[in-house]
Nanobody
Framework: QVQLVESGGGLVQSGESLRLSCAASGKIFSINAMGWYRQAPGKQRELVATIGSGGNTNYGDSVKGRFTISRDTAKRTVYLQMNSLKPEDTAVYYC??????????????WGQGTQVTVSS
């Protein structure tokens, strides 16, 4: 069984920084892409950032230049460094990963979510 476990959320003031982590565990053949999405109250879930197995990255427009995604392949962990946080970054942040379970089977997985609250 595959699990994604997030950590690092919390309450910060506007302009401060936070670092989120997400570790994958379980019966994994290989990990393809990993990333972060977020959902604010009353809004749809939106892309924050993703990183592919080759290190290629993709960011949502609202976080470009402020957030940085990285991964440690050996630890099966993805990180999100969030700088210059704004109140509009307040949301539940979900870890996501595309995981290969066997050479012919791959599936998307989601973490349980971690709350990030930015006060003004």
């Amino acid at each position: 069984q595959v699990q994604l476990v997030e950590s690092g959320g919390g309450l910060v003031q506007s302009g401060e920084s936070l670092r989120l982590s997400c570790a994958a565990s379980g019966k994994i053949f290989s990990i393809n892409a990993m990333g972060w999405y977020r959902q604010a109250p009353g809004k749809q879930r939106e892309l924050v950032a993703t990183i592919g197995s080759g290190g290629n990255t993709n960011y949502g427009d609202s976080v470009k230049g402020r957030f940085t995604i990285s991964r440690d392949t050996a630890k099966r962990t993805v990180y999100l460094q969030m700088n210059s946080l704004k109140p509009e970054d307040t949301a539940v942040y979900y870890c996501w990963s595309s995981i290969t379970l066997s050479p012919s089977i791959f599936r998307p997985y989601w973490g349980q979510g971690t709350q990030v609250t930015v006060s003004s």
